[in-house]
């Protein structure tokens, strides 16, 4: 089975008819990951003993029978979660995550988990203790991260959409260099409990797929208040399918120079500013305005997360599951060993940083003045919000760079994010959508709106998509 | 050269919730290892904490019970370290944005009256237990683990061992009088860190701090307190420096012992609980609890010296525990005379606790039997000799005073017209009595008041068998 | 700033990680160069700026205290890498400074 040709609603009316059976579905989608894998390696753990869900209901449950993939930082009852970590390598869930319990409610399946930067630490899913992801548009490349196993699993065509986590980007980048569609969701629209902490206070569960319309189904599905999360919304969530087959006549859109600087490659430059010009000629408003604090973004961005995850990764001990060195012979040495041989160089460089950044004499310099410069970059965003609806520029400064090309270079790795971070640092809903290719390769345009107004993305996303159909293009690098 | 002694304590109780503070795992005391524990209390990966409201509730109780102000936004904080007992590697608690702060309480030594500041308190969630074998492995149960705690900081107010005695024992109190501790130090429900420093008379700056955690009692605080005093004393005499460290107290000796050396604060990497939203406390909610809070000790103190007329040490002996003073209030609610109820709590009901080991709740006794029989006592209807047999049985089967003293035909016997000419013949049978009493031997009438108390099998109201008696021999 | 192997000993003590001996230069430098990209912000004036640790514009929710029992011990027990007699074996915790 595979999904290049198909949508939630295409599936759901083939299995509503009865014209394809979720049982052969199931086990066809496992088959063709198994033989396709082999040359992207996007899954950690497949699952050979799938099955669609008992008693099936078609007609109330859009996803029923569907196969959705999940990254494997997400934990399911029972099923291996990795996080791509050694650490995590045998460990076995004991609960699900709410995403999980609500896909179940809605009946969809679960085929497996995908690859991802371990620890969801990196932009390229290199850093994987399973190995890399290759990118369907060209196996030397790699598929971007950390969600890169859920962008290479649905634009390769082996399921129809994914979940992803996007901490600084994890989802959009991945997304723009796979030429597929990805969203993370306003911080506090879907729950976080059962995603394996990164940065708490910038991690979001998000959904990619081909379509636009899929991930509004499926975000459909798993958002809204849960008494799990003390930070998720108690805000109604519409139904974002509503938002799509709109005209974006008198829509006001903002395109930050900072965004658009030469910094960006020309070939990224040149396809986002055309899907602008379409905008513009079906009657948007665009205005140029600044975002005058992007240069500080990164290191934002890494102090805060970095800090966080400090913090969240201290779990990981040794003691009451995961990897436990084998030599170990006092308390301290459990600690040191398991976690310097359970964890990789990218999770090691990230967590010395934050304790760093959080201890005595830096933290004052460093933490609490990123705390202060987030505020500042939440006011720049609110200033332009005040005047517009939405916020364009590219989801990347280049398309999908080759692997090992960055791998030894972590400063570079982190400017990569500069584009999408922000949005994380405040909050806000963005997606990228495909804006056509450059040297071969899909660029992202991106799309950023208020909190909580994830509706005005889904518009612009699937006008977008309605103009280029991207969606008709096949990935160039998959052999057949 | 004299010294000025800085005494402050860090108390941390356990609050009185069903569930603990971030998971809803139950709060028990001595179940069998980890089986009164979640993913949350794991600190399993993906896990998220959720504040039960319980624990603000009893936290804003304690706050008001000691003068102290509630914060109008409070926020939760993780402390990180390792530890085995420690599930996350860090302990979410409150740093910068603690429940309440500056407080006080008032305490008397040797009757000098004194205010003690509370400097803050906060609530955070306590940690698992370590059991150390003898093999080379410590054992881990996280039973305890998120079990939420109330911890309430001194200002380092407290000039002598004494008064740092009366302060714990005053805070005692009035935590347990709040309800929102159990307070007992053998349970752990209620834990006392102490720090003190010496510096010669005169000097401003402070001197060096030792601490000494998790004391047994408060007399052990104090035996330390006073021994550190003088330890300190004399290492600044002898030219010496007191050494930033924490030290134990040992029982055996008597003596404190140094358990390390601190260099510095240790880096717990402070930094706001991410996964918690800011809370802001309404003032409605403040008020409503302020209406719902117990009355105090010292109220009710109040009452029982006054309204009452009891002896303060009678008062005091009631105001022992919370459910001693619940169960006294109770009984006088129910129609029992003050005095006569204050007398049988401080006695037989005592007695009978501290004899069986056993506790106010555990026994078939309620506020409304001791109440009845008070009532029978007080109208004559039976003797305290008899009470004390209604007593035996109501306390262990919960028998209704008045239907036990029906049943069994124990009511007193006042009827004149039967104890009158009983009391004729007693004294006919007996004119020794009479020339003993007229010689002013009193333990004439003691022997005549035995005989009547024979024939009735002890029925007889002996004060109406005194009172005829006297009359009878006064007549001769 | 500069970054010296003294201060990644000492944040690799607080990280419970160790480096190896001719990891730690190349790792030095590259924690240079992070925080020194991390120390640009010292150039932004941040006086009288609130600090923003969380994008969530409400109050915490409060769950009611009514306790549950979610996992029994052998779920919890299951990921366990070493136990005994239902509690979490570990070897003997020595606290360094006990010994001074």
Known sequence: MNYLKETIDSLNKQLASGELSAEKLTTDTVANIKATDKQLNAWITVYDAAKPAADLDFAKNRLAGIPIAIKDNIVIDGMRTTAASHILDNFVPVYDATVITKLRAAQATFVGKTNMDEFAMGSSTEHSYFGATHNPWNLDKVPGGSSGGSAAAVASGQVVAALGSDTGGSIRQPAAFNGIFGIKPTYGRVSRWGLIAFGSSLDQIGVMSKRVRDSAEVLNVISGYDEHDSTVSEKAVPDFTEFLDQDVKGLRVAVPREYMSDSVDAGVRTAVEHEIDVLRQAGAIINEVSLPHTKYVVPTYYIIASSEASSNLQRFDGIRYGYRAKDAKNLLDVYVKSRSEGFGEEVKRRIMLGSFTLSAGSYDAFFRQAAKVRTLICDDFDQIFADNDVILGPTTTTTAFGIGEEISDPLKMYNNDILTISANLAGLPAASVPAGLTGGMPVGLQIMAKRFDEGNVFKVADFIERQNKFYEAKPAGMED | ?476 | MEVTEEMIKHVAILSRLEFKADELGEFTSQMGDIINMANQLAEVDTTGVAETAQVVDRDTTFRDDVPEHWQDRDTMMKNVPEKANGFIKVPVIIDKDDND
Do not use: C
Request: glycine share 6%.
């Open chain 2, 1 to 476: 050269m004299n010294f000025k002694s800085t005494i402050g304590f860090e108390v941390h109780f356990e609050l009185k919730t069903k569930s603990k503070i971030f998971s809803p795992s139950p709060v028990t005391y001595g179940a069998k290892p980890n089986t009164e524990t979640n993913v949350i209390d794991w600190g399993y990966p993906g896990v998220l904490p959720s504040v039960n409201r319980e624990v603000y509730r009893l936290g804003i109780m304690v706050a008001l019970a000691t003068n102290s102000h509630v914060l109008p936004v409070t926020h939760f904080d993780r402390k990180n370290y390792y530890y085995p007992d420690s599930p996350k590697a860090y302990q979410i608690t409150q740093f910068l944005q603690p429940l309440a702060r500056d407080g006080y309480i008032e305490v008397e030594v040797h009757g000098k009256k004194n205010r003690i500041g509370i400097h803050e308190m906060h609530i955070e969630e306590d940690a698992g237990k370590n059991t150390h074998g003898t093999n080379g492995f410590s054992y881990v149960d996280l039973n305890r683990q998120g079990v939420p705690l109330l911890e309430v900081v001194s200002e380092p107010d407290i000039a002598n061992p004494e008064e740092g005695y009366a302060y714990l024992e005053k805070l005692r109190q009035i935590v347990q009088f709040t309800g929102a501790s159990d307070v007992k130090m053998e349970e752990g429900s209620m834990r006392v860190d102490t720090n003190i420093s010496i510096r010669p008379v005169g000097q401003k700056a402070l001197g060096t701090k030792v601490e000494m955690k998790n004391l047994n009692s408060f007399e052990h605080v104090r035996l330390s307190l006073a021994y550190e005093e003088k330890r300190q004393r004399q290492v600044l005499l002898s030219g010496g420096r007191v050494q930033l460290s924490t030290r134990r107290f040992d029982e055996a000796t008597g003596k404190t012992v140094l358990e390390r050396v601190k260099e510095g604060d240790a880096d717990y990497r402070y930094f706001p609980e991410p996964d918690i939203p800011p809370y802001h406390i309404k003032d409605a909610w403040v008020k409503e609890i302020a209406a719902s809070l117990p009355k105090s000790a010292a109220d009710r103190f109040a009452d029982y010296t006054g309204k009452f007329g009891l002896k303060p040490y009678d008062a005091n002996v009631l105001l022992q525990t919370k459910e001693s003073s619940d169960f006294f209030d109770a009984a006088v609610a129910a129609g029992a005379d003050p005095q006569l109820a204050a007398n049988w709590m401080n006695t037989q009901v005592n007695g009978y606790l501290n004899d069986n080991r056993t506790s106010l709740a555990e026994i078939a006794l309620t506020p409304a039997h001791l109440a009845e029989m008070i009532t029978l006592i007080k109208d004559g209807t039976i003797s305290s000799k008899i009470a004390k047999k209604v007593f035996a049985e109501t306390v262990t089967k919960g028998t209704s005073p008045k239907a036990f003293v029906e049943a069994k035909g124990l009511v007193q016997l006042s009827d004149m017209s039967v104890l009158t000419p009983m009391v004729k013949a007693v004294v006919d049978a007996n004119p020794q009595s009479v020339v003993d009493f007229k010689n002013g031997k009193d333990r004439a009438i003691g022997y005549l008041v035995g005989q009547i108390m024979k024939q009735t099998h002890g029925k007889a109201n002996p004060v109406a068998v005194n009172r005829l008696l006297n009359e009878e021999l006064q007549n001769r």
